[in-house]
């Protein structure tokens, strides 16, 4: 959870959402290792427009204070394998729901707009999550002049959608919140991009 919009401070998590069902779903979650509330307030324009903004908050315990010591540094939010190791299909669940994105520009496109990492750390997810769970992501990224920065993000492979799907969605339907399942295609409707010629070219060689 902490890989998406959740943070760790003085050995507590902190996480954010604009749709009240999506926050107390994690909530649920994390109220299994520790008593957790959920707050509303408001935020300002620049934000998240004038749409109520609801906190998960948890109380401190052992092991988020030790995944803070690994994972912050300088203030800076970094990843390492022990941090890695710690991801289940869930976590990754709340991470695309989190930062994912679908782009139905062009196919069903899976991103996780990841910029809270460096390069370096791109190449380590990378590389896990191809170990683990037999994912491929590329990394894409881009640089934004205005505020000179270089921003990245993971792009799943064609070929491996379905596993994606069949991994991360599945086990989890059910607990889903209907407002947030836009980010979450429909089964078939991936089968059938698959079998038309013109997404085929994608992965056809892909071994």
């Known amino acids: 959870m902490v890989l998406g919009d959740g943070c760790i401070s003085r050995g ?15 909530k649920d979650i994390l109220s299994q290792l520790t008593d957790t509330t959920i707050s509303r307030y408001s935020k300002s324009k620049s934000s998240f427009g004038d749409k109520d903004i609801y906190e998960v908050r948890t109380r401190k315990h052992p092991i988020y204070t030790k995944l803070e010591m690994r994972m912050y540094h300088n203030r800076k939010r970094t990843i390492d394998e022990y941090c890695l190791k710690t991801i289940t299909p869930l976590g990754l669940l709340i991470w695309y729901l989190d930062d994912g994105c679908l782009d139905k520009t062009c196919g069903l496109k899976f991103q996780i707009h990841s910029n809270a990492y460096d390069y370096p750390s791109h190449l380590l997810i990378q590389k896990y999550l191809n170990d683990r769970f037999g994912l491929r992501f590329n990394i894409r990224q881009t640089f934004k002049k205005q505020r000179n920065k270089r921003y990245f993000w993971l792009y799943l492979k064609a070929i491996d959608r379905i596993k994606f799907w069949d991994l991360v969605f599945a086990p989890y339907l059910k607990e889903i919140p209907e407002q947030i399942q836009y980010k979450i295609p429909a089964r078939e409707n991936i089968e059938s991009m698959m079998e038309s010629k013109k997404h085929k070219r994608f992965y056809d060689d892909i071994v």
């Open 12 to 26: 507590y998590i902190k996480t954010t959402s604009v749709i009240k069902e999506y926050a107390e779903m994690k």
